[in-house]
């Protein structure tokens, strides 16, 4: 079978100039050779920080100075929490890389909940995207302590 296909049915003139297509075209060709996909890093970002938040023992994402800085703009009138606060993926065109600033509750096991961290983004993002993810950084940045008041939630003093 050629891949060109030549609109003059039967006959041995050469095709008019325009009308000769290459590659394979039509219903038979695969839906993923028709078109480009691209994958912003925003996309890959929160659903990174959705998997993350889900992991039991993850009290929240992002550096102290992220946390505190996105605790003020989330009470600003409208402000919503940032899904992708605390994460940052550099996005290939076929790969994915993540790295996270998680706090984690005190208690628990950081290896475990790092392995459940990386094995919560690595299925969400390759279901998702269709990316192979080569790696998640984790950097544990604090531990929340159960009589600490919680400044993301907690009501400020003036209002």
Do not use: C, F, W
Request: no cysteine; net charge negative; hydrophobic share 40%.
């Amino acid at each position: 079978m050629s891949d060109t296909i030549n609109p003059t049915a039967g006959g041995s003139e050469p095709p008019a100039a325009g009308s000769t297509l290459t590659g394979r075209t039509g219903a038979g060709t695969a839906p993923e050779t028709r078109g480009r996909t691209t994958i912003a890093d925003s996309v890959v970002e929160k659903i990174a920080g959705m998997a993350t938040r889900e992991v039991p023992g993850i009290h929240s994402l992002g550096s102290g100075m992220a946390r505190t800085l996105g605790a003020v703009s989330d009470k600003v009138a409208g402000g919503r929490p940032s899904v992708s606060r605390g994460v940052k993926v550099e996005v290939g065109e076929r790969q994915a890389a993540v790295d996270l600033d998680v706090v984690v509750e005190y208690g628990v096991a950081i290896v475990d909940i790092a392995a459940d961290v990386r094995t919560s983004v690595i299925t969400a993002v390759e279901r998702m995207t269709g990316l192979e993810v080569v790696e998640v950084n984790i950097a544990v940045d604090d531990v929340h302590l159960p009589d600490e008041e919680d400044e993301e939630t907690g009501e400020g003093r003036v209002q």
